[in-house]
């Protein structure tokens, strides 16, 4: 029983002296990825990729770049099995991507293709099958519809691309404003 005890006790003063490590990885680590998805987007919209493909693949590097830093976070207070178990979830998924294993597969490739067609983006008004909504957002997964009553739709995207769908409306483009030249 005071084996257990002190194991314990052990443990928790081995694990103290790491806590300040931990806690400055883990802001420097949350600062990078920040940083990170949003130089991503920028340079994309600069590259003028449609903003739908933008939030799928801005979904997909925000997956991997928390994988990483927890399983960092892991290693640097001892758990290093863990951080590579979390760690071979990435090839996991990787390997699910390339063989084709479930509807994420589907799901995402669906969301590429939606993303890439003109037709289909956020803010536009659509209907597929019995829902009718405006796209409030587009996923790796999934995309969320707004009914017109408020209601908040969420639908994978192979579902979207394999039912029928059609444009209801497009947003309108507001007309660039014109600066004053100033004499």
Do not use: C
């Not at 600069?46 to 925000?62: E, F, G």
């Not at 639908?155 to 007309?175: A, F």
């Amino acid at each position: 029983m005071d084996f257990g005890i002190n194991r314990v006790v052990d443990d928790i003063v081995n694990f103290l002296p790491l806590i300040p490590e931990v806690l400055l990885s883990l802001i420097i680590g949350i600062i990078i990825i920040y940083s990170a998805l949003s130089i991503f987007s920028k340079t994309l919209k600069i590259v003028k990729v449609p903003r739908a493909l933008i939030l799928i693949l801005r979904s997909l590097l925000s997956i991997v770049l928390w994988v990483i830093l927890v399983a960092d976070l892991l290693r640097q207070v001892g758990l290093g099995q863990v951080a590579i178990t979390i760690s071979g979830s990435l090839l996991i998924l990787g390997l699910a991507i390339a063989n084709g294993a479930n509807t994420l597969v589907a799901d995402i490739l669906s969301g590429l293709f939606l993303a890439k067609d003109p037709d289909f983006d956020v803010g536009y008004k659509i209907k597929s099958g019995d829902t009718e909504g405006e796209v409030e957002s587009i996923d790796i997964r999934k995309t969320r519809i707004r009914t017109s009553g408020g209601k908040l739709i969420v639908v994978p995207n192979s579902v979207i691309d394999k039912e029928r769908w059609h444009v209801v409306e497009r947003p309108e483009k507001k007309p660039a404003k014109l600066t004053e030249m100033k004499s």
